[in-house]
């Protein structure tokens, strides 16, 4: 049974939620306020978190950071804001989904076991006993630790969709994927989210990753098709 962190300062709603995540099969239980967020979270075992961003004492963003920093635990984004500024900046924090109220129960708790699914894929890929190297010229992907190397620097702050992407990419330098594959191969069939994000992962894995962001030498953009590693320019 998944365990589920709730943290919203909407009391009725996290009520609400809490008693239709448990009909429908979850272990809940709740935060109203970023403190109570960062406390449970960092010393409690949860298999997802459902993070409002306007919280009191600490927002919903700085939970986020804060968690990020010691765990890859899935986290979908609320807000009752809707515009697209927060939905990006939602994206490009590494969260794995985002929802804006209102929103019905129905569709969240889709969205819950999509990416619980996801999530249990990617850790049994991990797993499955793939101990090799992938060396892409000055890149080294170790495929069971999940470490990044880029001309002798280890790459640490990757996210796990980052991480995954980046995976996907070197595997295969040279061939180019639409964000239509990439969410198909990163995020699984059951993704309902926008292929937007796609875009803000490929940004800030370059931010993280390429020496000059702003002119890629390692994934790199075939205008109107999609993206791409290039062997070749990886010195």
């Given at each position: ?5 709730i ?12 008693r ?8 809940t ?5 970023g ?8 010393n ?5 978190i ?19 920093q ?14 697209d ?6 994206l490009?924090l ?19 076991k999509?990416?619980l699914?996801?999530s ?13 190297l ?19 620097k ?5 996210t ?18 639409t ?6 191969l990163?995020w699984?069939?059951d ?13 800030r ?25 290039q062997?070749?320019?990886a010195?």
């Amino acid at each position: 049974m998944a365990k589920i962190l709730i943290v919203d300062d909407e009391e009725l709603l996290v009520k609400g939620l809490k008693r239709s995540l448990e009909a429908a099969g979850f272990e809940t239980d709740t935060a109203y306020n970023g403190s109570q967020a960062l406390e449970k979270s960092l010393n409690q075992p949860f298999d997802l978190i459902i993070l409002d961003l306007m919280l009191p004492e600490i927002d919903g963003f700085e939970v986020f950071r804060r968690v990020r920093q010691v765990s890859q635990i899935p986290i979908i984004m609320v807000t009752a804001k809707g515009e697209d500024v927060d939905k990006i900046i939602g994206l490009e924090l590494g969260a794995d989904d985002y929802l804006a109220k209102p929103f019905n129960t129905r569709e969240l708790i889709a969205r819950i076991k999509a990416v619980l699914r996801r999530s249990s894929r990617q850790g049994t890929d991990s797993s499955a006993g793939n101990t090799g190297l992938i060396r892409v010229g000055s890149v080294i992907i170790n495929t069971s630790r999940r470490t990044v190397l880029v001309e002798g620097k280890e790459i640490d702050n990757l996210t796990a969709k980052e991480f995954d992407v980046l995976l996907l990419l070197a595997k295969h330098p040279g061939q180019v994927y639409t964000r239509e594959d990439l969410i198909r191969l990163v995020w699984g069939y059951d993704y309902i989210g926008e292929d937007r994000t796609v875009d803000v992962h490929i940004r800030r894995l370059r931010d993280k990753i390429e020496p000059d962001p702003a002119h890629p030498r390692y994934v790199l953009t075939k205008w109107g098709v999609g993206y791409y590693f290039q062997a070749e320019n990886a010195k």
